[in-house]
């Protein structure tokens, strides 16, 4: 009788295939959050199903997302100082305790 091969557990890849593109992804994230956000997103995913935990993708997408977040916000309110001095016209204006600079 003839025993049959014995079956070996695949073992996962002994680095990280994805740590590379996660320490990419984080340094983005602070230079072009989305960019960053993105391609820390793809690390994490891509690290995560080979079984391991890619620690600066994680921390690319916490500072993707709240790079993303401060860049709106600030964008919205450049908008908005901009758009009371088109009304205002230039000069220097006080409305509601705020003062407007506007050339």
Not at 52 to 71: C, D, K, R, S, Y
Request: hydrophobic share 50%.
């Amino acid at each position: 009788m003839t025993q049959p091969p014995p079956q070996y557990a695949a073992q996962p890849p002994a680095k990280d295939p994805a740590m590379v593109m996660g320490i990419v992804g984080l340094i983005l994230a602070f230079f072009c959050a989305i960019v960053g956000l993105v391609i820390s997103i793809i690390a994490f995913l891509k690290s995560r199903k080979a079984g391991f935990t890619n620690i600066p993708a994680l921390i690319g997408i916490i500072v993707g997302i709240l790079a993303t977040v401060g860049w709106s916000i600030g964008g919205v309110n450049l908008g908005n100082v901009v758009a009371k001095c088109g009304e205002l016209g230039p000069g220097v204006h006080q409305v509601d305790g705020v003062t407007f600079t506007c050339s």
